[in-house]
């Protein structure tokens, strides 16, 4: 006989009685109630808990959104990681969980699209939702758009990672900040200068992270594609899924005839951000990952327009 006949032939206890052998005992009474409006509420305790407590809530949290674009995919559904929070009065002991993700839920069964106005509309009713007079949300999803090459028009897919954040206030409102990550192509100027030949290349990443102003308006401005051309427009080269022959040739030609360190890159960004009527403040970060190093290069610039009026 076998090991697959012995396997075969063996004879288990019950279901019941395995999970007996590891562990499983049999319920004990039940003297709590069962009923919610008899149940205590440790969470609505009021006394004095010591402080103030500024943010409290979820986070990790992965559900399905859509995402309006202006750019080709226009509609297209994505995961969006969110994070949930509000503060917590010295006087009440701690918030209800449960309240951010059945807002989450409330908004997802009426098609949740990720545009500033649902998601200022958002943050309000969860502070309602809570009890309290302040909200804030943040979520980060992969951002897809089409590219095509320069010289054969082969089409595919890049994508960026991108970022809304709105907090609400019911004294001061809404502040919205907004992030984007995009990759480009940067070639070294120096390495340009100083070789006979060739120079070398790396990608880019460049992150901008901006605060709109109060009176941005999402159906005449794509925020994603204005910072997308703003990274973009200031690189050596674009980043592009398909690139045949003739396309290869224009994109490191390009890169050629524009170089640029990571230092300029971050300046040449700025520039573009603060010439956009709808930005308020900005950070712009640039990453390059060199081709000759094992480590990467970075720069970092912010700059808030309201402080140059002041």
């Not at 407590?53 to 559900?63: A, L, N, T």
């Not at 009426?110 to 309000?124: R, S, V």
């Not at 070789?195 to 901008?208: L, P």
């Not at 005839?257 to 308020?280: G, H, K, M, Q, T």
């Amino acid at each position: 006989m076998n090991k697959t006949e012995l396997n075969q032939n063996k004879q288990l206890p019950s279901k019941k009685e395995r999970h007996k052998l590891f562990g499983s005992v049999e319920p004990g009474p039940r003297t709590k109630p069962m009923e919610k409006d008899q149940m205590a509420d440790l969470q609505n305790s009021k006394k004095d808990f010591l402080f103030d407590i500024d943010m409290v809530g979820i986070s990790s949290v992965k559900h399905p959104i859509r995402i309006p674009s202006t750019m080709t995919p226009e509609i297209q559904t994505t995961i969006g990681t969110f994070s949930f929070g509000s503060s917590i009065a010295q006087g009440s002991k701690g918030t209800n969980m449960s309240r951010f993700t059945e807002q989450l839920d409330k908004y997802h069964n009426e098609g949740f699209a990720m545009d500033i106005a649902t998601l200022k509309q958002f943050t309000e009713e969860l502070a309602g939702r809570l009890k309290q007079t302040d909200a804030e949300v943040e979520v980060t999803f992969p951002w897809f758009f089409e590219r095509k090459g320069p010289y054969s028009g082969l089409a595919g897919m890049n994508h960026a990672d991108a970022t809304i954040r709105v907090e609400y206030d019911k004294e001061t409102g809404h502040d919205v900040t907004v992030t984007l990550t995009g990759k480009i192509t940067t070639l070294c100027p120096c390495s340009k200068e100083i070789s006979e030949y060739s120079a070398h290349n790396q990608r880019g990443n460049v992150t901008m992270s901006v605060k709109l102003t109060d009176d941005f308006k999402e159906q005449e401005i794509d925020w994603k594609a204005a910072l997308l051309e703003a990274a973009e427009s200031n690189a050596s080269a674009r980043i592009h899924p398909v690139l045949k022959r003739p396309d290869e040739k224009m994109v490191t030609e390009q890169a050629y005839e524009n170089p640029r360190f990571v230092e300029d890159i971050v300046r040449l960004v700025a520039a573009d951000l603060y010439e956009y009527s709808f930005v308020e403040a900005f950070t712009v970060k640039c990453r390059n990952e060199e081709s000759i190093h094992l480590h990467d290069a970075v720069a970092s610039l912010s700059y808030d327009k309201k402080k140059e009026a002041e």
